[in-house]
């Protein structure tokens, strides 16, 4: 069964930082696109930055270049988005997504991120 799951997320000041993890299982890690994304309260999904299987390219929202990081272990099967200097307005709820096409298209259940003081 192809499953992915999302850890790491809470509660943190303005300024900091959190690091959440992605673990992937049953699916072909290295094959899949991988994505975070993040749905702020009232708002619609939002792309925070993708990873291209195939050109092994990154791409971030312009939101969160130079303080965001996406970055992987593929002997755990794992995505991280490493975020740093974190506003308000990164209060979300992310969510990990693996996709190898549309068939193959897989996606967590979410971990809450707060920003506050």
């Known amino acids: 069964q192809k499953q992915v799951d999302e850890t790491g997320g809470g509660l943190v000041q303005p300024g900091g930082s959190l690091r959440l993890s992605c673990t992937t299982s049953?699916?072909?890690?290295?094959?899949?696109?991988l994505s975070w994304y993040r749905q702020a309260p009232g708002k619609e999904r939002e792309l925070v930055v993708g990873f291209d299987a195939v050109s092994g390219s990154t791409n971030y929202a312009d939101s969160v270049k130079d303080r965001f990081t996406l970055f992987r272990d593929n002997a755990k099967n794992t995505m991280y988005l490493q975020m740093n200097n974190l506003t308000p307005d990164d209060t979300a709820v992310y969510y990990c997504r693996a996709r190898l096409n549309s068939w193959n298209d897989y996606w967590g259940r979410g971990t809450e991120v707060t920003v506050s003081s």
């Open positions: 049953g699916l072909t890690f290295g094959a899949y696109g």
